[in-house]
């Protein structure tokens, strides 16, 4: 929160300016251009739909400024109410709608006019999870089928995931990384973007380079398969790989398990080895409770190392 990405969409849109550097659409600077001439258009997470207008009007009223026959409206009217779920709804006012129908005609009034760029701010904010889930790929859906690029701010990672071919990772105004969901989840260039994204997110894990392993302490040394660097660091691994077992075996290092949440076809378990907690992602395991003993083993493929000063990535 407050990192600045509604910021963005509003410099992109022309609502607001920045104080230094540029703001490129099909290579060509817009910062001379009014809002109107940019070719986008921004779906505001509050709606901002028209009161007094039925759902039919307010998607037709951006198709009027563009000279768009009357029979051509009414087609891509019915198409947009088709691909949100709403046709049942066109005749109604956006009082007589629930919040989340009235932000699917906020998205149809914005996606109608097939602008160039369409800016989402939150647009699943305020829809239960049910229905957050159904919009979601219904609006991949449309902008595939569109071909409308889209820059859609959400607080929601696993929403980002899901949606999106490249992802920009914000803190404070600045941009923490951006790639592909896989490089993001898989490869990422800070411990910031580690602990802030997946659910659980990375476990980091403080330690130090010993003789080419990973240490948590003098005693407790975990195999890297790797020339670790020596000094302060800190480890990062994904909860799904570290594995659980309730039998000791060769490598294999024992823990306690202080909190077990059953998740159905999973256990997402909190383990305490040595001094340090972390939490681990298993199949579902009968005999794994709170307070009691098991084995863990740490893929050492899946270890990510950053530096302990800056938080960036170490690769080596």
């Not at 080895?273 to 893929?299: E, I, K, Y």
């Amino acid at each position: 929160s407050g990192c600045g990405k509604t910021t963005v969409l509003r410099m992109i849109a022309g609502l607001d300016w920045p104080d230094a550097g540029d703001i490129l659409i099909d290579g060509r600077s817009v910062l001379s251009l009014a809002p109107s001439d940019r070719g986008v258009a921004l779906v505001f997470q509050q709606y901002a739909l028209y009161p007094n207008m039925s759902v039919t009007e307010n998607l037709r009223y951006p198709l009027r400024s563009m000279v768009v026959q009357r029979s051509e409206q009414d087609r891509r009217i019915a198409e947009t109410a088709s691909w949100l779920g709403i046709s049942d709804l066109l005749e109604r006012y956006p009082s007589a709608l629930s919040g989340g129908e009235q932000q699917r005609v906020a998205i149809g009034r914005a996606m109608i006019r097939k602008p160039g760029i369409a800016l989402l701010d939150e647009p699943l904010a305020n829809l239960d999870p049910l229905l957050r889930l159904q919009t979601r790929a219904e609006l991949k859906t449309m902008q595939r089928d569109l071909g409308i690029t889209t820059v859609m701010v959400t607080h929601d990672q696993s929403e980002a995931l899901a949606v999106s071919d490249q992802i920009a990772v914000m803190k404070n105004g600045r941009l923490a990384q951006v790639g592909t969901a896989s490089d993001i989840y898989g490869q990422p260039e800070t411990s910031f973007v580690a602990s802030f994204i997946g659910d659980p997110p990375m476990n980091l894990i403080h330690g130090f380079g010993c003789d080419g392993d990973f240490c948590i302490d003098q005693h407790l040394r975990i195999a890297a398969n790797r020339n670790v660097p020596d000094g302060p660091l800190e480890m990062g691994i994904r909860p799904e790989s570290i594995r659980v077992s309730s039998i000791e075996q060769e490598g294999w290092h024992p823990a306690v398990a202080q909190l077990v949440e059953p998740q159905g076809h999973e256990v997402i378990a909190t383990m305490r080895l040595g001094s340090t907690s972390f939490r681990v992602r298993t199949m579902a395991h009968p005999g794994l409770s709170a307070r009691q003993g098991a084995f863990l083993q740490f893929d050492p493929g899946a270890m990510h190392f950053f530096s302990a000063a800056s938080g960036n990535r170490i690769t080596f």
